[in-house]
């Protein structure tokens, strides 16, 4: 090792990240100028396309420029969820302050675990986790990032899991001749499911409560499976309530289910990973009316906030249960008197990269007030739509939404087969879902940018590939 | 809704990404050019920070101005993990193509989970994965990426526990008559008695398996708990070897615990979250020798190979096992016929950030040869720092390194202290461990970048801090 060389190593790097700067600009202009565009057509195998773009790896390296210029053309392959032809998922468009500090956030490259590393960005973290608290209506509480919904849905059941059961964080599940049950509605996140099997309670022991004609959770009907589970010599432990389900954008009734849940001796969780963002919004902040009697609540602000990719929490109603549940000592890492600033301790992950800054820096430009007028706007574009789908003759609505999901088909004629061709021909990128036994397109009206002429275009190219495909039964499946 | 005033608020927001590149470009110069420096001291208080960042959140919204002033006063708060003065975890540098593709990853703000939505960005993933089952020796391996080496280990102790368990999954952990132990080293990862915790099986049922001179796992030690708990009614299912330890940066000898495994049926699992990258290196990869033989690996990327935080994956060395454990049905959501080609199926997450494009475009940039160059240079570098530690009267080398953490201590003087007093006056960022029952300075030499003269730096920081320091017994503590 000698310094000579190493210093001239050094200049190296440093050069290289100013170029670094500049290539991102030229990257995100050559972005930004075509994303608008009909999306490039699934036309090429997953195999002709990882070749054409150069995708493989190999034994020896490119120049920077070389790099750079793959990048772009993996770019411009790459379908854009900040398109106003993409409104297939519970997130959509771009918020510029958002995207503004998650470019930041690998520049200072904190890890959330210690105070001693990340600085202010822990202040930042407290900060917004706070705030939601406060909107929420948990006058207690405290929470913490998770790396997405259902982690956070995961945490919150671990940590009810472990409320219920005394020492089992110590001793483990087995040999406690107790059976846990949970209770969610059948229009609810599979992540539920899917945390029952990982934290050992079983999948089997989830219960799938029907629905009601809106598509929100039928108290009676979740009595009834509570109390035949209690016959049956289960505990039953959890009630997951939903704000935002995934096909109907549906919301479960949580002050009903705080009764329930109370009467029963239940946790109550609110799975609002998609609607929980109303809480900022005083026009629809009664869609979770009875919220601040829950026990737990998942948001992630990367779905309705418009934030980028992942931007969850939990967020829990007592002050302490985080730490109770989650902490564990390593001397090597926590090394500072106040634990309090040290996040690591009441999170389900170690090393953690900073999801908090886009969400603060988004938060910081709108204020309260911006950010509730873009809940205002998507749920304005959702009822436009809306009466769009009922103007049409040529088009049935599934429901009327509770809220900026709306579900319709095409009058004889296969959502699944119309979404999958405008999906395979660049058009549109918009998914189906099942409504009362039926496929219906599913529209998420979660971009507020997107304008009147941009609602026409999706109808216009659902309808003209309607046109291509064969005729079907109008009946419900199955 | 009308649609004039939708096409302003349109454009209004393509200029407003258009001015956040330019803010990006400003922001970033700023923190590159002061970054070097020592770092800020925390002479304030959090609350006194807090209030003079002008972090607090408001009804109303600022302007992107003084959102980027904001911002960029922050930012040159924020301790630099790419500092030559940062060496207080196990990452630190920063990689020039890493750092370009992660602040790229958000403009496209892929959501993980399908290929209909995520297009190109899963064949990067696939790539990059393909390419370290072959560097590991897994023939007929699969892997995912996972939000943390934490995470990484708790999905390959919940693959282990159902193999082990049949129907676990299913219908839980409860009323099998079986105890499941875990066996570790005492210098493991402390995610191994968390996911533990986690996943019901319970903390205590985690073994910590004494260490030999080296900071390796003891066989000895580890076959004679098994057999104990075999003895005891406990069925041993998991050994954890570790190949690189928090604090020593030691690696367990795979090949004797394969052996040991085979004997016991247990599953081996290896967390190579930090020492795992030497699975590229030649001159290396002797140290992980045995690794082919293993069940699971966990490898973090954003550790040894510098790529932005977080980038781990986790490995397994039979095709097919993620999607028995981890698929879960959600028909909304998985719409391919060709479900191999949608990851999501595969993951613990369901929406999940894109982390594989940053070592993607680092593996391009650098080639495996010059990812094989940048692991000699952190062992040459760790090499120079232990002969200058030897060489110093004043200083105690804590145990010949057996890669590139070096543990050290300065003669009559507390470590504790000493990193302590250089965090609060803001020359070095710097940790300590424990060895042998001794507090020791851990220097983590995993930032290639650094000089002969930066090593100079460390040591004349931590013995003008010594010098301010009382002096102590040198004793191991009790």
Not at 124 to 145: H, P, T
Not at 165 to 185: H, I, M, N
Request: aromatic letters at 6%; proline letters at 4%; glycine letters at 8%.
């Amino acid at each position: 090792m000698e310094s000579e060389r190493e210093q001239e190593s050094i200049s190296k790097t440093a050069d290289l990240t100013e170029l670094v700067i500049a290539a991102l600009s030229h990257l995100a202009s050559s972005r930004l100028a075509t994303e608008h565009q009909p999306f490039v057509p699934s036309e090429h195998s997953p195999s002709d396309l990882r070749r054409e773009l150069g995708i493989a790896l190999a034994e020896h390296g490119s120049s920077l420029e070389e790099l750079v210029h793959k990048l772009e053309r993996i770019l411009a392959a790459t379908p854009s969820s900040s398109s106003r032809r993409f409104f297939n998922q519970l997130f959509g468009g771009r918020d510029p302050a958002g995207l503004l500090a998650e470019m930041l956030t690998p520049l200072a490259n904190s890890s959330m675990y210690t105070y001693k590393v990340a600085g202010p960005a822990v202040l930042i973290e407290r900060e917004v986790i706070a705030r939601a608290l406060q909107k929420l209506g948990y006058l207690e509480g405290e929470g913490m990032f998770s790396p997405g919904g259902s982690l956070s849905n995961l945490t919150a059941m671990l940590i009810a899991r472990n409320e219920k059961l005394g020492d089992v964080r110590e001793t483990g599940l087995e040999g406690r001749g107790q059976r846990l049950t949970v209770y969610l509605s059948d229009q609810g996140h599979y992540s539920i499911r899917k945390s029952a099997g990982m934290l050992g309670l079983g999948r089997n022991n989830v219960r799938l409560v029907p629905t009601d004609a809106n598509g929100s959770m039928d108290r009676a009907a979740a009595r009834h499976l509570i109390e035949r589970d209690r016959r049956g010599g289960a505990t039953p432990f959890m009630l997951v309530a939903t704000t935002g389900t995934t096909v109907l954008g549906a919301f479960d009734p949580i002050t009903e289910l705080a009764d329930l849940a109370r009467e029963f001796d239940m946790w109550l969780h609110v799975d609002g990973a998609f609607g929980g963002s109303v809480m900022l919004c005083d026009e629809y902040r009664h869609l979770i009316e009875g919220a601040g009697r829950s026990d737990s609540f998942t948001w992630n602000a990367h779905k309705m906030m418009g934030v980028p990719l992942s931007c969850s929490m939990l967020l829990v109603s007592r002050r302490g249960l985080l730490r109770k549940h989650l902490d564990e000592p390593a001397e090597y890492l926590f090394q500072s008197d106040d634990t309090d600033l040290d996040p690591g301790r009441r999170s389900i992950q170690c090393g953690r990269r900073n999801d908090a800054l886009k969400l603060w820096a988004a938060w910081q430009l709108h204020g309260d007030a911006g950010f509730a007028r873009r809940i205002e706007r998507q749920f304005a574009v959702a009822r436009r739509f809306t009466s769009m789908i009922e103007n049409d003759p040529e088009l049935i609505l599934a429901k009327p939404p509770q809220s900026i999901n709306v579900c319709f088909r095409v009058k004889g004629k296969s959502s699944r087969d119309i979404c999958t061709l405008l999906d395979r021909t660049g058009r549109l990128k918009i998914g189906f879902g099942t409504v009362d036994g039926r496929d219906v397109i599913r529209m998420v009206c979660v971009n507020p940018d997107v304008a009147e002429r941009d609602l026409r275009t999706v109808l216009e190219e659902i309808k003209s590939a309607a046109a291509e495909l064969p005729p079907t039964s109008d009946a419900p499946a199955g």
